[in-house]
């Protein structure tokens, strides 16, 4: 955990522990026990025996455990060997160790924001820029 993290509130819920509420942790959360609801950290790191079920978002997120229902990670959801991820996760670096598993809707937030075509509908055509006003064509001769 880097110095800037440490200065932030944290929040452990330890192995053992049933929590059921609305969190906002500015620091990181690490989730032991069982945790269902809303939760918005920093960084969230669910340990091998951790659950998670509810809505998450988090800056960088390390999944030992398990989490159910929607997983929203701006920059790096790491998900270990242990660790299982279900329902719709987004993220915006991905990486699985050999064994991690995700089921469900699960993109890059690049391809969320991306428009995509209506069903039976053609992607629009590419626009290409226009000639140069000296008359030559683009692109080598």
Known sequence: MNDSVKNKGN???GEGVRAVGSFS?????????FFEGDLTADELMIGRHGQLLGRV??????????TR???????????????????????GELEV????????????????????PLAGQAPAPL???AAPAHG???GPT
């Not at 942790?25 to 026990?33: K, N, R, S």
């Not at 978002?57 to 398990?66: D, K, N, P, T």
């Open 25 to 33: 942790v500015p620091g990181t959360a690490l989730i032991e026990g």
């Open 136 to 138: 030559k064509p683009l």
């Open 11 to 13: 929040i452990v819920l």
């Open 97 to 116: 160790e050999r064994g991690g598993a995700l089921q469900g809707s699960i993109k890059p937030l690049a391809a969320v924001d991306a428009p995509t």
């Open 57 to 66: 978002h988090a800056r960088q997120a390390e999944i030992l455990g398990e």
């Open 127 to 129: 626009e290409l820029p």
């Open 69 to 91: 229902q929607d997983l929203h990670v701006t920059g790096k959801l790491i998900v270990r060997s242990t660790g299982r991820v279900h329902g719709a996760a987004r993220y």
